[in-house]
């Protein structure tokens, strides 16, 4: 029976834990407030909720979990990360962006390093039925020739739920699920240009524009603006389809000398029961099925030389 520590008692906590509940793991729930701990306990009849914080929790010297689960907000992913490998634990699953800033990031993996620690991103899209189905689809039409995306963001939604926002936390956080998409199966950049329009009043750019190629040597163009109409999208082309994720839990394609756009019969079923990718992305990090996941490393590489460079930080 695996030992695995769930860090976070929020709605993201709480899918984790119906996951690791259907995959028949023993995991121990830490908290920190008594009123997020006690909304889990009812939306999780049965389980107990540890309250105090974690290092209250490390306190009591408990034994060294296989692996931990971070389930925290943006801001506390970089303290709780570093507390749990200095305490000892090896292998970490940590909710995106892993932490607030590029530093912070950068420091984790320095210590992750330091401690032959294992730290993964939960970048959940990858699990998805339909990008499984569109894997399937690219193999047989010999690859991907080239791709493009949206990555348009409704402020309105984050600003009345969490107030002034800021653009790592919006950007790292949550745009970066489609660019990840997008390069998982288009190819990492290989070479890319980007721009970036800030409006008169604004903190940071909202408007993005660029293309390149990527390490597949397929070509591709982003686009997103946040002060105007969107939403995500994920285009595919191969050589016989043109592949649409929009919206992305969803696939549709479109045949080579065809106008039409027909759905893609895909196997969601683990997507409907639990909130989507969950399911085999939990499973593949409990079970050290690596190969889909996003390591510290990678993240690392890909804040540095593609997503600052599309957000305007580097240009």
């Known amino acids: 029976m695996k030992n695995v520590w769930l860090i976070g008692t929020g709605l993201i906590g709480v899918e984790y834990s119906k996951v690791l509940d259907a995959l028949h793991v023993n995991h121990t ?31 009591t010297n408990p034994l060294i979990p296989e692996c931990a689960i971070v389930a925290v907000g943006t801001h506390e992913l970089f303290g709780v990360a570093k507390t749990l490998m200095e305490y000892g634990v090896k292998r970490l699953f940590l909710e995106k962006p892993g932490a607030d800033t590029y530093d912070n990031l950068k420091q984790l993996y320095a210590i992750a390093k330091g401690n032959d620690a294992e730290v993964f991103m939960a970048y959940n899209r990858r699990f998805y039925a339909s990008l499984l189905k569109a894997e399937e689809i690219i193999r047989e039409d010999g690859g991907v020739t080239s791709f493009n995306f949206e990555f348009t963001e409704w402020l309105h939604v984050f600003e009345a739920a969490y107030g002034k926002i800021e653009l790592n936390w919006i950007f790292w956080a949550n745009s970066s699920h489609v660019m990840d998409t997008a390069f998982f199966l288009g190819g990492e950049p290989k070479e890319i240009s980007c721009y970036t329009k800030t409006m008169e009043g604004d903190d940071f750019p909202k408007i993005f524009a660029g293309a390149g190629v990527s390490e597949k040597g397929a070509l591709f163009s982003y686009q997103a603006n946040w002060d105007a109409p969107g939403r995500w999208v994920v285009e595919i082309l191969t050589k016989k389809h043109r592949l649409y994720f929009k919206p992305m839990e969803t696939l549709q394609i479109q045949e080579l000398r065809s106008v039409k756009v027909l759905p893609v019969e895909i196997d969601d079923h683990l997507d409907k029961e639990y909130k989507p990718g969950f399911y085999l992305e939990t499973k593949a990090f409990i ?8 390591p510290i490393e990678q993240q690392v590489k890909k804040i540095d030389t593609v997503f600052n460079k599309i957000d305007g930080a580097h240009n």
Do not use: H, Q, Y
């Open 29 to 59: 729930i830490i908290g920190r407030g008594d009123t997020s701990a006690s909304k889990f306990e009812e939306m999780r009849p049965g389980k107990k909720v540890i309250r105090g914080g974690l290092d209250n929790f490390l306190s």
């Open 287 to 294: 079970e050290r099925d690596d190969a889909r996941l996003c």
